[in-house]
């Protein structure tokens, strides 16, 4: 699954394997997409057939711009793994800064293996959640220092609760 937007408008897309059934918004629709040259690429369907120019990408920005019809768009794609860090409250908002650590689904705390007033590098291990029976070791994936810790040890979570505040 991923999550577009464009324009300011938010698409969300689901695709077959093979990438050959796509559905935007709950609307399915069986789409064959070729690679011409020169970025250019066909995108047909039963309904309609789409040239479309990749002008430039920002891999690192998840950023794309696109020509269709003589109209420049810029798609910025959120994946399975943003989206999943969005609801765990991980997301970079838009000052830059992650503020806290959610709880990505109920559990229980098994470990907090960080302290408030540390700091604390990218993608370092900040607690193990166990939820349906599996351990869960939450990561952040910035550097931030802990604020505040929300939780104990053997203490049971709600989906969305905030676990760790972050300075």
Do not use: W
Request: aromatic letters at 6%; hydrophobic letters at 40%.
């Amino acid at each position: 699954m991923f999550e577009v937007i464009i324009n300011k408008n938010k698409y969300s897309i689901k695709t077959d394997e093979k990438n050959t059934l796509f559905e935007v918004n709950g609307t399915s629709f069986n789409t064959k997409i070729a690679d011409l040259t020169g970025g250019a690429y066909s995108v047909s369907s039963a309904e309609k057939n789409t040239k479309l120019y990749l002008l430039n990408a920002v891999f690192s920005e998840k950023k794309l711009t696109i020509l269709i019809n003589g109209k420049t768009y810029i798609a910025r794609v959120k994946d399975n793994h943003d989206i999943l860090l969005e609801k765990m409250g991980m997301s970079i908002k838009k000052s830059g800064v992650v503020k806290e650590l959610r709880a990505p689904m109920p559990g229980l705390v098994l470990d907090v293996l960080v302290k408030e007033g540390q700091t604390v590098s990218k993608n370092s291990s900040l607690l193990i959640l166990e939820a349906m029976k599996m351990e869960n070791v939450l990561k952040n994936n910035v550097s931030v220092c802990i604020k505040k810790i929300l939780i104990k040890k053997g203490g049971e979570v709600e989906k969305n609760q905030p676990l760790i505040l972050f300075k």
